[in-house]
């Protein structure tokens, strides 16, 4: 049978782990540079940790590891069987429940607040589809320990900063939670919330009678869905969905308090690209106030990024009274737009920048300690192992995408130089070491 890779995954060139590398490194960057510190958790958690923290759907697409060792093989397991008697143990689903587990864990070394920021691969067992993998990199930032909206504010200036510098125009959608609480009140399923949110959740993808419609599913009646259907509106401008907001949900404390958390935002954000929108709900259940998206303006490419704030999340895990607020980068989104828009740099770094040839094995002594004195000076350099003909060296260099090519015979080993020749421009030249160094440095 031909190998293949597993459904919604996928292998990385050379040139594909370039890509992705500059991207990290501009998000690394600006992580650091707005003060949160690395940190990695492991690839599986056990499975209590992650059940129950996405709701009913996302915990459908938790990747369950069978119990290991020899459980399998010893043990009588009935068809129905579920659960923790044959999983105890999942790959991450992403990277906001580890962290809570680890700020839970050890929450008596923390300095409060906490603030981290996490570069690692997560797993979700959805339907693979453009810019939809099953094994993807999330790039997340988070701050535990402060209730404080200046947090909400700074991860928008964040994302701001962090897409300036990759040269992508995105717009954040803002809402908050507990304006969606305060909407359900009013309108008289505030025992369904959850309900609510999951199918408002997915207004961009099946529209406005595709949400009424599984909401009736699941037992909204007509009055119920008239009432609901002003949540399915966009305004025109921020001021005017609080206006809005402020006259629809007089009568809800809970959402009145979401509404004045959105308009502290919404004054000290200054001229990130922000807007209102009371359809965008996020069907993570741990959000509990402020929750954003990021779209590429460009491209049709749904989120590049998402996060929220969660009051709850570690008290799950027995740290109360414990707030925290996070966002996340879709890092495979996010090169795929660049793609698209051609905004990723034309050399990215990921061949060496000359090859040295060998061309007899009396000259590969002095051919490879060429390479190693290049090295040294923090060029990147290839030697060509094996005495062959040119054509295959040069071959070899051309399919690698290596500019130079560096040729050492008798007669430069005799003289104290070295050929260097440009392919694609056809140019070559002897050089001593010193002037070979600084021609690479500049390339």
């Not at 803002?174 to 609480?181: G, I, P, Q």
């Amino acid at each position: 049978m031909k190998p293949r890779v597993a459904k919604g995954t996928r292998d990385f060139s050379a040139h594909e782990v370039a890509k992705r590398n500059y991207v990290m490194g501009i998000l690394r960057e600006t992580f650091e540079v707005f003060g949160y510190s690395p940190l990695e958790t492991p690839s599986f958690e056990n499975l209590e940790t992650l059940m129950g923290k996405y709701g009913e759907e996302g915990d459908r697409l938790i990747f369950k590891i069978l119990r290991s060792g020899d459980f399998m093989r010893h043990a009588a397991i009935p068809a129905e069987a579920k659960g923790s008697e044959i999983a105890d143990k999942a790959l991450r689903y992403d990277l906001t429940v580890p962290f809570a587990r680890y700020v839970v864990q050890n929450a008596g070394q923390l300095a409060l607040p906490f603030k981290r920021y996490q570069m690692q691969p997560v797993w979700r067992a959805d339907n693979p589809q453009k810019g939809r993998f099953r094994e993807f990199y999330q790039c997340d930032a988070d701050v535990v320990g402060s209730r404080s909206l200046w947090q909400e504010v700074e991860l928008i200036h964040l994302y701001q900063q962090a897409f300036q510098a990759l040269k992508l125009p995105v717009t954040i959608r803002l809402n908050n939670r507990k304006v969606l609480a305060g909407i359900a009140e009013v309108s008289g399923v505030g025992d369904r919330l959850v309900d609510f949110t999951v199918a408002l959740d997915k207004l961009d993808k099946i529209g406005k009678d595709g949400v009424l419609s599984e909401l009736q599913s699941k037992g909204f009646n007509p009055h119920e869905l008239s009432a609901l259907e002003p949540s399915m509106q966009s305004f025109q401008s921020a001021s005017a969905s609080l206006d809005f907001l402020r006259i629809w949900l007089a009568d809800s404390a809970v959402g009145m308090q979401g509404v004045e958390e959105l308009s502290f935002v919404l004054k000290h954000v200054g001229s990130a690209p922000l807007s209102i929108d009371i359809t965008l709900a996020r069907g993570l259940n741990y959000y509990t106030g402020c929750i954003m998206e990021v779209t590429a303006n460009q491209v049709q490419m749904g989120s590049v990024g998402g996060g929220g704030r969660y009051d709850d999340l570690t008290g799950i895990f027995g740290l109360k009274d414990t707030s925290g607020v996070g966002i996340s980068f879709g890092l495979d989104r996010i090169i795929l737009c660049l793609e698209e828009l051609g905004r990723l740099p034309e050399t990215l770094g990921d061949a060496p920048v000359a090859l040295v040839f060998t061309l007899s094995e009396a000259d590969a002594p002095y051919a490879y300690d060429w390479a190693y004195r290049l090295r040294k000076e923090g060029l990147r350099v290839e030697f060509y192992p094996e005495v062959a003909k040119l054509k295959k060296q040069f071959d070899y260099a051309e399919k690698r995408g290596i500019p130079y090519v560096i040729i050492v015979g008798e007669s430069e080993r005799e003289a104290g130089l070295a050929q260097l020749k440009h392919l694609e421009l056809g140019d070559q030249e002897a050089l001593s070491f010193s002037d070979l160094t600084a021609r690479l440095a500049t390339y």
